[in-house]
């Protein structure tokens, strides 16, 4: 499977930008998904996973701002991301695997294939 995201740019904090991964395989019943990102000198983050069962899953740094949702019809992950912040400001990754069931943080971060990322900069 290939990965391709895009929906990246620059803006202002209290900003909204919405991110998209659309991927060239892409098996509903067997989705593993996630977005993560990796700011400048540090550890890649992991940030929302979403299963075969539509269960999204969110890491506490972001959630109640970030959303994660598929769109099956068009072989597309998006994150809706809302009220930004210089904190926010990274490289973003989608990251996809197939597993029908456990789909959790740890397998994405083991056997995911990844995208090539799309720069968010918060800045005012």
Same mark, same amino acid.
Request: aromatic share 10%.
């Given at each position: 499977?290939?990965?391709?995201?895009?929906?990246?740019?620059? $803006?202002? &904090?209290?900003?909204?930008?919405?991110? /998209?991964?659309?991927? /060239?395989?892409?098996?509903?019943?067997?989705?593993?998904?996630?977005?993560?990102?990796?700011? &400048? !000198?540090?550890?890649?983050?992991?940030?929302?996973? @979403?299963?075969? #069962?539509?269960?999204?899953?969110?890491?506490?740094?972001?959630?109640?701002?970030?959303?994660?949702? &598929?769109?099956?019809?068009?072989?597309?992950?998006?994150?809706?991301?809302?009220?930004?912040? #210089?904190?926010?400001?990274?490289?973003?990754?989608?990251?996809?695997?197939? @597993? &029908?069931?456990?789909?959790?943080?740890?397998?994405?971060?083991?056997?995911?294939?990844? !995208?090539?990322? #799309?720069?968010?900069? $918060? /800045?005012?």
């Amino acid at each position: 499977v290939q990965l391709a995201e895009s929906g990246g740019g620059i $803006v202002q &904090p209290g900003g909204s930008l919405r991110l /998209s991964c659309v991927a /060239s395989e892409y098996t509903p019943a067997r989705r593993c998904m996630g977005w993560f990102r990796q700011a &400048p !000198g540090k550890e890649r983050e992991w940030l929302a996973r @979403i299963d075969a #069962t539509g269960t999204a899953t969110y890491a506490d740094s972001i959630k109640g701002r970030f959303t994660i949702s &598929p769109d099956d019809a068009s072989n597309t992950l998006y994150l809706q991301m809302t009220s930004l912040n #210089t904190d926010d400001t990274a490289m973003y990754y989608c990251a996809a695997a197939q @597993i &029908p069931m456990g789909c959790s943080t740890a397998f994405l971060k083991k056997y995911a294939t990844w !995208g090539q990322g #799309t720069q968010v900069t $918060v /800045s005012s």
